[in-house]
């Protein structure tokens, strides 16, 4: 039996492994599911990976120097990403979203404090 969104269902491991076969290209086929920090704590979460991954992003805002990038995107609904990429001793990597800053409500305000937690 296996677990799908916290219900059992009766299919073996034999069973959905024999259905993930794909008959087109004579295969077993899987499906990535990636974190979506913009929609932690719902069961959105978890989206499935295209050949557009974050296609509903767009880049909006890039600026960079020796050590620090900062990355802005923005999806039609107005969610927003503002990540700092730090290189002064290794990779940090930090973001900041409209879910874990209520507070600022667009992404021009968000790029301009470059806000992040």
């Given at each position: 039996m296996a677990a799908i969104n916290s219900t059992v269902h009766d299919h073996t491991l034999t069973h959905m492994f024999n259905a993930s076969f794909d008959k087109k290209y004579q295969m077993n086929a899987v499906e990535l599911v990636a974190y979506d920090p913009v929609n932690t704590?719902?069961?959105?979460?978890?989206?499935?990976?295209?050949?557009?991954?974050?296609?509903?992003?767009?880049?909006?805002?890039?600026?960079?120097?020796?050590?620090?990038?900062?990355v802005g995107l923005e999806d039609a609904a107005a969610d927003w990403i503002v990540q700092k990429l730090d290189y002064t001793s290794g990779l940090s990597r930090r973001f900041a979203t409209k879910l874990n800053n209520p507070t600022v409500t667009s992404y021009a305000d968000a790029w301009a404090a470059k806000t992040l937690p």
């Open positions: 704590g719902t069961e959105n979460a978890l989206k499935r990976v295209t050949t557009n991954a974050l296609g509903e992003y767009s880049l909006n805002d890039k600026t960079e120097d020796a050590t620090i990038v900062y």
